[in-house]
């Protein structure tokens, strides 16, 4: 079939709905949801044969929904209404949730029933549940309703409070009112629904040394405690915060815009206020000890017979020049020790989407910042590439994008849960890219898949990626089964007969690359290309990246989405 996607943005969920619609073979365009002009000339320019919205912020025009077949997808179990859905499941401690796919019509979630599937609420942010298990039952959802629709003869059932198993209800707008933490009052638990229903936006408004600012993020502590609401303690950029019964980390601050001020954006929490923090304790964790507690930490490390495991979890999965120097400590502890498998990756959600662009945006001088920062991501992939006495494996429970898929095929395996995304380009930054994509990509993929890998700038679904040999292994099910898996098999390949003569092989071809062409000549050719991008007057990295970290709405959408 012909399927339009019509969304406000082309975030995670409608990427994997893309992803997992052209891996079916139907021929898939997109239009953002920018007007609804635009949305009526991309219906007649594209004649869908059924249009789906995965992510709306804004109704589809009448005219449109009312003479096509129009499905949206909404966050919420059957009977479920209004903008803030998941926002009200994680505040109200919902143990079960679901994603429901219904027809449009004029009055807002209200139209009959295609699919709906059910699924557990985890213990975490509204960003990262979305990524997880919010769009493994949108997909399954979406693909429901996509194949009822081309049956012909499935009627969606009409929704009718009536029936046992609709069991949602119309919920309003969830304001800061609703989110505005009582230090004196709230125990850790509630002050933790409270910044996870608003994570990653938008935020909770809070006062802190009389300024007010948007709280993201949330993590319990185990150990600190101190007065409600007091700044207790940094580390690695966040904030720790006392409650009536403990401690959260807040890893990132987001200064409320004044009126006629500039725009503000997210960033960690101690470089914010870093003038308030005088005689606040800095208190490190290491990475082993982070992996025994109930501490925030952004790096841990564990160890599980022959097998390591170095996990990293970073906001939004950028990495800022001060913590790839981190990872790459920690990777170079991790890869001293007497294993013979090394495990690279989040439990869950992001691996890495490469240099962090709002940190960037902060620095004095940006175009310095970027060269550190890439320079930092560098060091860590030649790190990762010329580890020859271990197998390394990267493994994917989530999405990964530009250096942060360049930063996962340095590894020797490449283990990817099925429902993950990637996007192995950087041409929508305006950057040629780096940490040694000209050697890994190609020598992965081929010569021609990689320049069209890197300059289709299309997301690339996980079976794909298995099939092209981006990746080696693509896993199905969900976060805590993959990393079971990865376990399970990590622990298979360290007692492997072959793996001795693995790693002969592995230290006779890294000496063989290196004698054809040394990396250091792959480094210095990137970063003279990334040099100019940073630096050149007539570059469009800067506003392209202003744009992105202000999220400055696009004027139109691009061309290489459209199908």
Not at 185 to 197: N, Y
Not at 200 to 228: C, K, N, T, W
Not at 409 to 431: F, Q
Request: charged share 25%; with cysteine.
């Amino acid at each position: 079939m012909r399927i339009l996607l019509v969304a406000s943005a082309f975030n995670s969920l409608t990427q994997r709905v893309h992803t997992e619609l052209r891996s079916l073979g139907h021929t898939v365009g997109v239009e953002l949801a920018l007007g609804d002009d635009p949305v009526r000339a991309a219906v007649a320019r594209f004649e869908p044969d059924l249009i789906l919205a995965p992510m709306l912020t804004r109704a589809i025009p009448e005219d449109v929904w009312s003479t096509r077949p129009v499905l949206i997808v909404h966050p919420g179990p059957k009977g479920d209404r209004g903008p803030s859905s998941l926002d009200w499941a994680i505040h109200e401690n919902a143990a079960e949730w679901g994603v429901t796919v219904l027809q449009a019509v004029a009055e807002m979630d209200a139209g009959p029933i295609w699919a709906s599937v059910p699924f557990t609420v985890h213990p975490c942010g509204k960003s990262e549940l979305y990524r997880n298990e919010v769009a493994d039952a949108a997909v399954e959802a979406v693909l429901l309703a996509v194949e009822r629709f081309a049956s012909g003869w499935y009627r969606p059932e009409p929704l009718d409070y009536a029936r046992w198993d609709v069991n949602g209800r119309l919920r309003p707008y969830h304001t800061q009112e609703f989110r505005r933490i009582d230090w004196a009052v709230d125990d850790t638990a509630t002050v933790l629904r409270k910044l996870r229903s608003a994570d990653s936006q938008p935020g909770v408004l809070d006062a802190i040394h009389g300024r007010e600012y948007f709280l993201h993020g949330g993590h319990r502590e185990d150990e600190l405690r101190g007065r409600p609401g007091a700044v207790l303690a940094t580390r690695d950029g966040a904030i720790c915060l006392g409650t009536v019964d403990g401690a959260v980390w807040i890893a990132q601050l987001r200064p409320r815009k004044v009126p006629g001020g500039p725009a503000t954006y997210k960033l960690p929490a101690a470089q914010v206020l870093a003038e308030w923090l005088v005689g606040v304790p800095e208190i490190p964790v290491t990475p082993v000890e982070a992996a025994h507690r109930d501490t925030w930490s952004e790096i841990r490390y564990r160890e599980d017979g022959e097998v390591g495991f170095l996990e990293f979890a970073f906001p939004s999965g950028a990495m800022s020049t001060d913590q790839c120097r981190r990872l790459l400590a920690a990777y170079r502890e991790a890869a001293a020790r007497p294993t013979s498998v090394l495990v690279l990756g989040p439990a869950r959600d992001f691996y890495s989407n490469g240099i962090h662009l709002n940190v960037i945006e902060a620095a004095a001088d940006q175009g310095e910042e970027s060269w550190r920062n890439i320079n930092a991501m560098d060091d860590l992939v030649e790190a990762i590439l010329t580890t020859t006495d271990k197998v390394t494996v990267s493994a994917l429970a989530g999405n990964a994008a530009a250096g942060g898929v360049m930063l996962a095929i340095a590894a020797d395996e490449v283990w990817c849960r099925a429902s993950a995304v990637l996007n192995p380009h950087y041409r929508l930054m305006g950057l040629y890219g780096s940490e040694y994509w000209t050697y890994s990509l190609p020598r992965r993929v081929g010569a021609a898949q990689a320049e069209r890998l890197t300059t289709a700038a299309l997301p690339v679904g996980a079976r794909e990626a298995a099939a092209l040999g981006l990746v080696d292994r693509a896993r199905a099910g969900s976060a805590a089964e993959f990393r079971a898996w990865t376990a399970a098999e990590a622990a298979r390949l360290a007692r492997s007969p072959e793996l001795g003569e693995r790693l002969l092989a592995k230290k006779r071809r890294r000496a063989e690359d290196e004698a054809a062409k040394p990396l250091a000549w792959y480094r210095a050719e990137e970063l003279e290309r990334m040099r100019r991008n940073f630096f050149a007057a007539d570059e469009p990295y800067h506003g392209l990246r202003r744009n992105f970290v202000h999220k400055v709405c696009p004027t139109g959408t691009p061309e290489h989405l459209r199908g």
